[in-house]
């Protein structure tokens, strides 16, 4: 009770602006009654794995959509993120000769942040876009009104993905997304009978981005009362300074597994700002995880206005990433991406390479570009190449 007062009275940025906060009330009610879709006994068993990592003795993959659409939630597309999410883990496991954690950015990934709160065209300013669990894409007063209802759409897209997910995946699969869309996490919270812990319903491991990691936050506050494996995305402002201090207010204790850093610092910059984060953080909280985000560092439009990233910037930030732990004797923890199981265009690069040109034939993300399944593949093959060297 005392926490989710405290959530609701700390500043929450990124929240959409919902016309009718008795419907919203209605709606987080509603979340609460429903059935939790992980267990506490599931994140605790991520939890065992990510210590490991951080141990130096695992490896993580987590990647997927970087907006999970409505639409998608079928077996087919999802199917195949986890299909690649499997091969990467198996050729780099092979070439790490260490067991990989798998995570998807799966089963809750419909809610985004997002750097104007509008979008104009030829005129009209309209909400933009926040993610399924908010509103529609179609550039309408209508669908881009946000409407608490779809918070329930997204419950229930999440639901249908994890049945199936622990049908064809097994135990050893794990969901992640964006802690963002507050009465959504709020609203799956639960207490474990057995511990009267207090503990995230929504998905095994929660981050916060980049946007919403403020030390006084709601999104930090609400991550400190449960105990899910949590995520901290990190871009190239962050400060050693920061990065502490969110430790110290999330992990007071030094909990091996429940502290996953994502940096996403760019490829040009990430060899100069990572070096002091990880000397301060390695000597005050050894038992973290880094994880590098080569994705969202190096994102930029194409010269006919897609937004697009080159494959050889994202592999530059993990062969960054790589030689700034190996310097300072540090596990490099994992990857994280956005990624599909198709063969969209919306990256430029790779070996069967994806033009400027070509961009606009498969290209399908709802939000920020995803590697497809070829540049995937080539890049584990490249970072496990780059491991045994
Ligand atoms: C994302 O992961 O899609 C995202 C918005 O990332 P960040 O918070 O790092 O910008
Ligand atoms: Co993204």
């Not at 070439?95 to 030829?122: D, F």
């Not at 991550?223 to 899910?228: K, Q, R, T």
Request: charged letters at 25%.
């Amino acid at each position: 009770m005392m926490r989710s007062h405290a959530v609701l009275d700390s500043p929450a940025a990124q929240q959409p602006e919902w016309p009718d906060p008795c419907a919203l009330r209605d709606v987080v009610d509603e979340l609460a009654g429903q059935p939790p879709l992980v267990s506490p006994r599931e994140c605790d068993r991520l939890l065992a794995k990510l210590a490991s990592v951080a141990a130096g003795e695992a490896f993580l993959i987590q990647g997927g959509d970087c907006a999970e659409t409505f639409a998608e939630a079928v077996p087919a597309t999802y199917g195949g993120k986890v299909r690649v999410l499997r091969q990467m883990a198996g050729v780099l496991g092979a070439s790490m000769r260490l067991p990989v954690v798998t995570v998807g950015r799966i089963a809750g990934q419909y809610g985004k942040p997002r750097s104007s709160a509008t979008e104009t065209r030829g005129g009209t300013v309209l909400p933009s876009y926040r993610g399924d669990a908010v509103n529609g894409m179609d550039f309408s007063a209508q669908e881009r009104t946000p409407d608490p209802r779809r918070l329930l759409q997204a419950y229930r897209a999440a639901s249908d993905t994890l049945m199936w997910l622990r049908d064809f995946a097994g135990e050893e699969f794990f969901t992640s997304h964006e802690a963002l869309l507050l009465p959504y996490e709020m609203g799956l919270s639960r207490t474990d009978f057995l511990t009267g812990r207090r503990f995230g319903s929504s998905g095994h491991m929660l981050w916060i981005g980049e946007r919403t990691r403020s030390l006084d936050g709601a999104h930090v506050e609400f991550a400190a009362g449960v105990c899910n494996p949590i995520g901290v995305k990190l871009g190239p402002t962050a400060s050693p300074a920061d990065v502490l201090a969110l430790i110290e207010r999330l992990d007071p204790d030094r909990q091996p597994g429940r502290i996953t850093l994502i940096t996403r610092m760019s490829a040009g910059k990430i060899r100069d700002v990572l070096p002091p984060l990880v000397e301060e953080v390695t000597a005050n909280a050894p038992a973290v995880t880094w994880v590098c985000d080569p994705m969202h560092g190096n994102t930029f439009s194409s010269p006919s206005g897609y937004k697009t990233r080159r494959f050889d910037d994202v592999l530059d930030e993990v062969v960054g990433f790589f030689e700034v732990h190996r310097a300072l004797g540090t596990h490099p923890g994992g990857l994280h991406l956005e990624l599909s199981g198709e063969a969209v265009t919306e990256c430029v690069g790779g070996s069967l390479p994806v033009t400027m040109e070509s961009l606009g034939q498969r290209y399908e993300t709802a939000c920020d570009p995803r590697l497809n399944r070829d540049q995937a593949l080539e890049l584990a093959v490249a970072v496990g190449k780059l491991t045994r060297s």
